[in-house]
T-cell receptor, first 114, second 113 residues
Framework: DAGVIQSPRHEVTEMGQEVTLRCKPI?????LFWYRQTMMRGLELLIY????????DSGMPEDRFSAKMPNASFSTLKIQPSEPRDSAVYFC????????????FGPGTRLTVT | AQSVSQHNHHVILSEAASLELGCNYS??????LFWYVQYPGQHLQLLLK??????LVKGIKGFEAEFIKSKFSFNLRKPSVQWSDTAEYFC???????????FGKGTMLLVSP
């Protein structure tokens, strides 16, 4: 089992640029979650999908953030335009709906916006 | 909505010392409970979980946690820590029937050799 795969692992970009983060969940998992981790705010849930459908995006900080899941094996989180305060580690996690909340996390993308 | 409170932001111990990290949650219904660990530079990994049954659950690497329903607590313990246990530990709660986890702020554990 390859686990949750995220790319890129590190991203450095300039303010105003578009950033796209990618996630491949574990095969057979039908729930996918995007989190943001910062020193100040800890681990925050941004959005999650069940069966490729966005269920709750109330954690998405602004309209600059958007997420898609076009199929069961791929999701993207896009920030356009990026700002320095978006600098954080972004984690993707997946689970089966029958697993009672147990989630498997990817290695994360460390985003730095200068 | 549920919330999770972890008592200590930072804990420093010497090797072989005993560890107890506090976790309290607030939610009126039935919950599933988790402890995740994040080693430096790595992603979150599941340490242990409680769904039902014996309130004392054992996880990997000698960790255990006890669910005390009356206290809404799920404290993490280890009798003798090692330098390799240096990591950040997160308590999380899942309300039955929901997909999401609510995480605590995390406790950074530093074990000195």
């Amino acid at each position: 089992d390859a686990g949750v795969i995220q790319s890129p692992r590190h991203e450095v970009t300039e303010m105003g640029q578009e950033v796209t983060l990618r996630c491949k969940p574990i095969s057979g998992h039908n729930s996918l979650f995007w989190y943001r981790q910062t020193m100040m705010r800890g681990l925050e849930l941004l959005i999650y999908f069940n069966n490729n459908v966005p269920i709750d995006d109330s954690g998405m900080p602004e309209d600059r953030f958007s997420a898609k899941m076009p199929n069961a094996s791929f999701s993207t989180l896009k920030i356009q335009p990026s700002e320095p305060r978006d600098s954080a580690v972004y984690f993707c996690a997946s689970s089966r709906r029958t697993q009672r909340g147990e989630q498997y996390f990817g290695p994360g993308t460390r985003l730095t916006v200068t | 909505a549920q919330s999770v409170s972890q008592h200590n932001h930072h804990v420093i111990l010497s090797e072989a010392a005993s560890l107890e990290l506090g976790c309290n949650y607030s939610y009126g219904g039935t919950v599933n409970l988790f402890w995740y660990v994040q080693y430096p530079g790595q992603h979150l990994q599941l340490l242990l979980k409680y769904f039902s049954g014996d309130p004392l659950v054992k996880g990997i690497k000698g960790f255990e946690a006890e669910f005390i329903k009356s206290k809404f607590s799920f404290n993490l313990r280890k009798p003798s820590v090692q330098w390799s246990d240096t990591a950040e530990y997160f308590c999380a709660v899942n309300a039955r029937g929901y997909s999401t986890l609510t995480f605590g702020k995390g406790t950074m554990l530093l074990v000195s050799p």
